[in-house]
């Protein structure tokens, strides 16, 4: 059975940075692509950033060269390294894969102050 398990948030100020963490139980975690998504209150759920099991990387362009997403096979764990944060970053963030079927983390809230 696969389960994602987001955490890492937190409150910072603008500038600041934060790393997120998503850890996948089950073994097929070196053949999955993550997703991050967030979503704000009243917004819709905004697509943020994508690794592929090979390692490969896709942005959001409003957080290319803020944010970094990355994966260590050995811990079954991919990270979203957040600098220079924005109010506008506020948000829940979730993790996300597909294997079979769709699988989500249950959100770690962000909120960055000004």
């Known amino acids: 059975q696969v389960q994602l398990v987001d955490s890492g948030g937190g409150s910072v100020q603008a500038g600041g940075s934060l790393t997120l963490s998503c850890v996948v139980s089950?073994?097929?975690?070196?053949?999955?692509?993550i997703d991050w998504y967030r979503q704000a209150p009243g917004n819709q759920r905004e697509w943020v950033a994508n690794?592929?099991?090979?390692?490969?990387?896709n942005y959001l362009d409003s957080v290319k060269g803020r944010f970094t997403i990355s994966r260590v096979n050995a811990k079954n764990t991919v990270y979203l390294q957040m600098n220079s944060l924005k109010p506008e970053d506020t948000a829940v963030y979730s993790c996300?894969?597909?294997?079979?079927?769709?699988?989500w983390g249950q959100g770690t809230q962000v909120t960055v102050s000004s």
């Open positions: 089950g073994s097929i975690f070196r053949s999955m692509d």
């Open positions: 996300r894969s597909w294997w079979y079927r769709e699988y």
């Open positions: 690794i592929t099991n090979r390692g490969g990387t």
